[in-house]
């Protein structure tokens, strides 16, 4: 999962695509995840749950590590997963599993 | 919205589908909803977000209301349904916020 | 659900968009469903199960009622939306319980 | 498919959801669609396209209209739709194209 | 595809989320495959057509050879892939061939 | 991205599925590509734009180079990236921008 060759996903796309970087860090980042009307847990979670739903894994790497920032747990994300097996389907479900161990994994082998 | 004529969705599906309404009634709503691992608040919040992002728009009448009464508030609805646009679109967005119209018009309307 | 009022569907497709519903007829039908590859009874399953997956609500009027005349019974169909409802999720599954009930109800009523 | 009885989606979307509509005016309608690395045109037929893949069929009556105010004609809609219906599906080509037709009806009808 | 030096999806899963894990093999495998009211036949296809259909890749390699198990031919099964293609468009059926020949394809060079 | 040691996913789908990839060379490219309802920009620039609503990642390395020989720009396509973010969701744009950038990459660096 990690690259250390590659350069992060966040500067490939600012480097190719510098007007959606900058909606990004302006309106998405810097705008709507600030507003107060809904805490950034509230937030972090509706994200992961979307991510799952739609099948957007590669954007997990980011956002699953953010939720934990923003105070939800290891545990929480693992049973938003769970839950989200009956809203999206299994497999939606599972390939999210599978990309929770890969990103939150060394912790959880014990 | 409300068609007073026509039993409502569950009704129709345990008639039609009973396995699949036992399973939802002991699986999903008895037992998921039921575990202390994420607050029904929580659990509200993403699964109206899956709706919205995969543009489920047929079951926000049942977990619109849901979400009120598991201590959602309809601005936090709103304001999740504002950060979803920018994570399953404009259009998935704008759906659910007509149906969200719908749902708790009349309050609305002043 | 019936619309004495309107064309069917596919009556609508040819008028506006003739090629298309060209290809339908002479590829989709008059060649892929010919072949024997794999039953009528299968492409039927198959057919259906991807617009339940998908939430394609609106062919279901023709594809229901055409697996049954493929050899797929009624309580065949309603354990297929059962078995989606494990891998496109309870929502999906849901609506096409619904709609298969619009679609069979009167003889589904006893 | 025209509701005289109720507002317009958008009016709808500013009053329940003022923050997302502002957004839509400002950024997506104020800023993107102003730019001039892609025409308005090209924005259309991207859209539309869009909107068929994704099932996205309310707001059809928004784009569909909107693409031939920056001109698309009616027969590269339908032409548009043919194509993807190799690209998204033949239910999804098939739900636009009745679409289509009730938009642009009248006129096609001769 | 095969990757020996990591545990399959299937210990993953279990490791990290037990109790999704736990309602797989217990209420999906345990209880719905098991039903009489479709063949395992049956539900071996639609499984793999809903994964062609929503683009879930990464099960693949789970349910092809299970529905070989189930009764499936790899003839069927490509076959599935090519009708999936007018109901889901090509890029899911051309992502599923690939992936197909990666599963079978020893076996399918000569 | 490239993978000299495999053949490219066209030889492989024909080996597969030699029914597939003769109606993709016979209809969709021999038959609907070529028809003049619409330009080869046009389809290549609704193709792309479905490629990334859909999500539909691997099927970008055929068709943005496509594209430019069709006369899109690696600038449109990179604004279409953008625009599609605010109709299909930031994830969609996102993964679709970093394999814009492994596609064109070596020409963007400068």
Known sequence: MTQPKNPPAKDIVR???????QLGNEILYG????????????????????????GRTEQMATHFPLAIENGVSQAEIVEMI????FYAGWPAASSA???ASEIFGAELDD
């Open 15 to 21: 480097r190719i695509a510098p007007k959606f970087a």
């Open 82 to 85: 769970t839950h989200m097996a």
């Open 31 to 54: 705008d709507i995840w600030e507003r107060p009307e809904l805490s950034k847990r509230d937030r972090s979670l509706i994200t992961c749950a979307a991510l799952v739903a739609l």
């Open 97 to 99: 599993a599978v990309r």
